[in-house]
């Protein structure tokens, strides 16, 4: 069974096709791809299935091997291993996720694969037990929140998962290795949380890097961006078009007057291989049908 690794700005992925919709995978298979030392190594696993009526379904697990709604960097791989191997034609995809249809465009380098893509990431998020944070009040923009000594004016915004972000005047001092799982599983996050330590540059432009929740330290995250975009701009720090810089690289972002979040970023294939026969044996077990609730 072959498998392809690929990125988004840094953050990486093993991408396997199942159109035929027969694979099962487990916390424990998905582990074992994701092991930097052991395995093929990667932020999480994306298994490519039928989308119903969308044209694919992204099933996605993150390296701790529990499922997760979106992923805004994976979602790019999956739309350039689709177009770039002629099982998809056209420039608008649409992918069907667990947090809803995503309308993705496709740009083509001079060769004719896929180099970067447009995502319709949808709307925020900003209702409080819909992110979910604990608290008083409908929305949750200015949380004060203790870490390890730190006290952090917060905010939290949703883009289908949940998002922490920590607005800090230097990003190179903060203690992120340290700060970053405490903010994870604080109290006030019912479901857990990715934090994004972030330092606003300009009026269009912010500094990020991130700790996402059942990964670590990730080198970009798509949905990141774009909450930290939302964040960003409900604070008065941005307007509504900004360049979030990551460790990994550059996602541009758009809040559009409609509500709608719209991603831009690069996408890069990385090698391709071929599974162990005994990991394969495993994903051949029998797969329950996958939830997109």
């Known amino acids: 069974m072959e498998f392809t690794k690929s990125h988004g700005a840094g953050n990486d992925f093993v991408l396997i096709e199942d159109l035929g919709d027969r694979l099962r995978l487990t916390p424990d298979v998905v582990r074992a791809l994701c092991d930097r030392h052991k395995g093929v190594g990667a932020d999480g696993v994306i298994r490519i299935a039928p989308g119903g009526d969308a044209d694919f379904f992204m099933d996605y697990y993150n390296a701790g091997g529990d499922v997760a709604e979106m992923c805004g960097n994976g979602i790019r791989c999956l739309a350039k291993w689709v177009a770039d191997r002629q099982l998809f034609h056209g420039e608008t995809m649409r992918v069907l996720t667990r947090a809803g249809v995503k309308e993705l465009t496709l740009q083509f380098a001079s060769n004719g694969s896929v180099n970067r893509v447009r995502v319709d990431m949808g709307r925020p998020i900003l209702e409080r037990g819909l992110i979910p944070i604990l608290g008083d009040g409908a929305d949750a923009m200015h949380e004060p929140l203790s870490v390890d000594g730190f006290e952090f004016d917060a905010a939290a915004v949703s883009m289908g998962n949940p998002h922490c972000l920590l607005f800090v005047d230097d990003l190179d001092g903060v203690p992120f290795e340290r700060l970053g799982p405490l ?38 995250c798509g949905t990141g961006a774009c909450a930290v975009a939302v964040g960003s701009h409900l604070r008065g720090y941005t307007g509504r078009r900004v360049a979030v810089h990551l460790p990994g690289g550059t996602l541009d972002i758009e809040w559009a007057e409609d509500d709608r979040v719209f991603m831009t970023g690069p996408v890069e294939e990385v090698f391709h291989g071929t599974l162990d026969e005994q990991l394969e044996h495993k994903l051949l077990g029998r797969r329950e049908p996958a939830s997109t609730k």
Do not use: C, I, K, M
């Not at 949380?193 to 080198?219: C, H, I, K, M, P």
């Open 183 to 220: 903010v994870e599983a604080h109290s006030l996050f019912p479901a857990h949380v990715n934090a994004e330590f972030v330092q606003v540059l300009s009026e269009d432009s912010v500094r990020v890097r991130v700790y996402e929740r059942g990964v670590g330290e990730t080198q970009a």
